[in-house]
C-alpha cells in the first residue's frame, strides 16, 4: 500500500469518526435535580419564591450543527411556596388555574453555544394556562460531566428567564405584586443512548 493510500485512508478513518461523534446526542431530565423555581416582587417590599417540580422533559444537543431542542412538561399543581394556604390559592382559576391547565410547557429548538461548545441561551415557547408567550433561558452555567454514581455523561446547568404574567391572563393582584416574573431553572440530564 502505498504512502499516499495510507495517508488518504487515515484522513477518511478520522473523517467518519468525527461524523460519528458529532451526531446528536439526547438526554433525559434527572428528576431528582430538575426545578423551576420563580420570582415575582410583593408590593415592592420582599420577593415571593415558589418552586415546582420535578419537571418531566428531555433535551436533544447537536454540538456539530450547534443546535438542539428542548421539551419541558411542568404539572402546576407541584407549585410550592412552603405556605400551604398560598400554595392553594396559587392553584385557583384566577392564578394557575391547576385544575382546568394541569401542565405548562415549555419548547425551544433556537440554542446558542458559547466559543468553548457550552449551551448559553435557548428560545422558545413557553404555554401557560393555554396562553403561547416567547420565552428566552439564558444560561448562568452549563457543564458536562461523567458521573461518578451513573458512569454516564450528565449535562445541565442553572438558566434564567423573565415573563409577564398578565399575558397569561394572570392579573390578580396587579400592581401590588408585580407583573414580571422571574424564572431559574436548574436542570440536569442524563445521557439516553438507548433508541
Known amino acids: 500500500m502505498s504512502a499516499g493510500l495510507r495517508r488518504w485512508l487515515?484522513?477518511?478513518?478520522?473523517?467518519a469518526a468525527g461524523t460519528a461523534h458529532a451526531e446528536p446526542v439526547r438526554y433525559r431530565f434527572d428528576p431528582t435535580h430538575t426545578f423551576v423555581t420563580f420570582e415575582v416582587l410583593h408590593f415592592a417590599t420582599s420577593t415571593l419564591r415558589g418552586r415546582f417540580?420535578?419537571?418531566?422533559?428531555?433535551?436533544?444537543?447537536?454540538?456539530a450543527?450547534?443546535?438542539?431542542?428542548?421539551?419541558?412538561v411542568v404539572d402546576t399543581a407541584?407549585?410550592?411556596?412552603?405556605?400551604?394556604?398560598?400554595?392553594?390559592?396559587l392553584k385557583e382559576s384566577d392564578m394557575l388555574a391547576a385544575k382546568e391547565h394541569p401542565q405548562a410547557f415549555f419548547v425551544a429548538d433556537r440554542f446558542e453555544f458559547d466559543d468553548a461548545g457550552r449551551v448559553s441561551t435557548l428560545r422558545g415557547e413557553f404555554t401557560l394556562r393555554g396562553a403561547s408567550l416567547a420565552l428566552?433561558?439564558?444560561a448562568l452555567r452549563f457543564n458536562c460531566y461523567t458521573s461518578?454514581?451513573?458512569?454516564?455523561?450528565?449535562?445541565?446547568?442553572d438558566f434564567e428567564g423573565r415573563f409577564s404574567r398578565s399575558a397569561a391572563g394572570i392579573t390578580h393582584s396587579l400592581p401590588f405584586v408585580a407583573d414580571t416574573v422571574r424564572l431559574l431553572v436548574q436542570v440536569?440530564?442524563?445521557?439516553?443512548d438507548a433508541r
Not at 487515515?10 to 473523517?15: D, I, P, R, S, Y
Not at 450543527?65 to 419541558?72: A, E, I, L, P, T
Open 188 to 192: 440536569e440530564a442524563i445521557r439516553d
Open 78 to 89: 407541584t407549585v410550592s411556596t412552603g405556605l400551604p394556604v398560598l400554595d392553594a390559592r
Open 10 to 15: 487515515a484522513v477518511a478513518a478520522l473523517a
Open 148 to 157: 461518578p454514581l451513573l458512569r454516564v455523561e450528565v449535562c445541565g446547568g
Open 53 to 63: 417540580g420535578p419537571l418531566q422533559g428531555d433535551v436533544t444537543i447537536d454540538r
Open 136 to 138: 428566552e433561558l439564558k
Open 65 to 72: 450543527q450547534r443546535s438542539g431542542r428542548v421539551q419541558v
